[in-house]
């Protein structure tokens, strides 16, 4: 349902690196040319998703991509199988994305900052009517425990299996699982007064 924003992922004229994940995370270690690159040409579009699925539009989105990265590349040392290097990036976006919205909350708290507008600028040959349920669904989504907003957004938007998103989110199945249901309880309670998400409501209550 969001919309992601597209930047430059790939180092034009770069010879690319041809191991696998655990051979790019020995080499990034041993401080190889070009390694570094291609980490982020190999995994910054899966944590663009990621990122544009919990938060929607967002004019942050590059700057949080680089702040990923930047928390991968300082923390590498803590990865001990490097062939997992796709699901510990996954933590370390859901990490950042729950930092931005948990700060956003408290600036609203304080008076500091208005809500982003998240979700107001799809593609625009998108309907109207598609545009403003994009728009509805993420202000529904403010409303919800960081949280709970993450594993809804993860599983439903995004399409993480349980168990990709339980690790994603450090938390156990039946942690996520719980969680899961709140969030959905808590999301179709909120949807069922937005004009634009009223129709999906009554669909998914009959389902």
Known sequence: MS???VVPLFSAGRPRFAGDDAALVAA???GQAGCTAELFDRYG?????????????????????QEVFARALASLHSLND???????LTSITVFTARGCIRARTRRRWLG???PTQIGQQPAP?????VREALRSTYEVLEQLPSDERIAFT?????????TDLAEA????????????????????TLARHRPALRVWVEEESRG
């Open 28 to 30: 990034i270690r041993d």
């Open 3 to 5: 919309r992601s924003v």
């Open 154 to 162: 993860l599983r439903h938007v995004h399409g993480l299996e349980l």
């Open 82 to 88: 490097g062939a997992k290097l796709k699901a510990w």
């Open 112 to 114: 500091l900052a208005t």
């Open 125 to 129: 040959r998108v309907p109207e009517e």
């Open 45 to 65: 579009a899966h944590v663009q998703r990621v990122l544009a699925n919990i938060l929607g539009f967002d004019p942050e989105l590059a700057d949080l991509i």
């Open 169 to 188: 989110c450090g938390v156990s199945l039946a942690t996520i699982k719980r969680r899961l249901a709140k969030a959905r309880h808590r999301f179709m």
